[in-house]
């Protein structure tokens, strides 16, 4: 079935750092999503990715999907301490019916003020 | 908007009881209702799939006579973990996909529940 991986599982950074993380998905997605869950709460939809190559932002966040529509990252540009969460990737298969969200083991972001 | 409820938000109960976790959507209908369960630092695992009016489909290795789903209309979908056992103590959350177009295909959680077993 349908894997995606994630990377890191976690990151810790100083308040001001740059972050990254990174999904890759074992097959083509129709679409990828990503969500943040903040300690304790619930996952929160942020952003969805449809095109090839498609680039969007969010103030300091930065969504990329890949070319071949099988990886994508998110970038948050000079952390803050509000960023802090674990940040899910979740892709949908191309082709048929199915609506299902494969997630990403997601990347734990801990901001150290 | 797109508001995603659960209730309760926690629960802790016997082992050996069955428990009844209902999911709705507040402020839109939804085509589909998801049913995930997550452990402590660890990513959602999805248990099944619930269209209204027809059966869940449930994922591989989940018992669909242990956790009945049933998605009663368009607003609410109902998960009852059947005679509990402290292995069932998790995160489940709910999440709902919107029925009406112009909305982002996406799903939208909610807060979640937190069953303890004792």
């Known amino acids: 079935g349908q894997q995606v991986m994630q990377i890191p599982q976690y990151q810790h950074v100083q308040e001001g750092e740059d972050f990254t993380t990174y999904c890759n998905s074992s097959?083509?997605?129709?679409?990828i999503q990503w969500y943040k869950q903040r300690p304790g709460g619930h996952p929160v939809f942020l952003i969805q990715?449809?095109?090839?190559?498609e680039v969007k932002k969010q103030k300091r966040l930065t969504f990329q999907f890949g070319e071949a529509k099988k990886n994508s990252s998110l970038h948050i540009t000079a952390t803050q301490t509000t960023d802090v969460g674990t940040y899910f990737c979740?892709?949908?298969?191309?082709?048929?019916?199915?609506?299902?969200?494969?997630f990403g083991k997601g990347t734990l972001l801990t901001v150290n003020p | 908007g797109a508001v995603v409820s659960q209730h309760p938000s926690r629960v802790i109960c016997k082992s050996g009881t069955s428990v009844k976790i209902e999911c709705r959507s507040l402020?839109?209908?939804?085509?589909?209702m998801f049913w995930y369960r997550q452990f402590p630092k660890q990513s959602l695992m999805l248990m099944a799939t619930?269209?209204?009016?027809?059966?869940?489909?449930?994922e591989q290795g989940v018992e669909k006579d242990k956790f009945l789903i049933n998605h009663a209309s368009l607003t609410l979908s109902t998960l009852t973990v059947t005679s509990a056992h402290p292995e069932d103590s998790s995160f489940y959350i709910c999440?709902?996909?919107?029925?009406?177009?112009?909305?982002?295909?996406?799903?939208?959680f909610g807060p979640g529940t937190r069953l303890t077993v004792l």
């Open positions: 402020d839109f209908q939804a085509t589909t």
């Open positions: 619930s269209n209204e009016g027809s059966k869940a489909t449930y």
């Open positions: 097959t083509t997605l129709s679409n």
């Open positions: 979740a892709g949908r298969s191309s082709g048929g019916s199915n609506y299902k969200l494969t």
């Open positions: 990715l449809v095109k090839s190559g």
């Open positions: 999440s709902a996909r919107p029925r009406l177009a112009g909305m982002p295909d996406t799903q939208y």
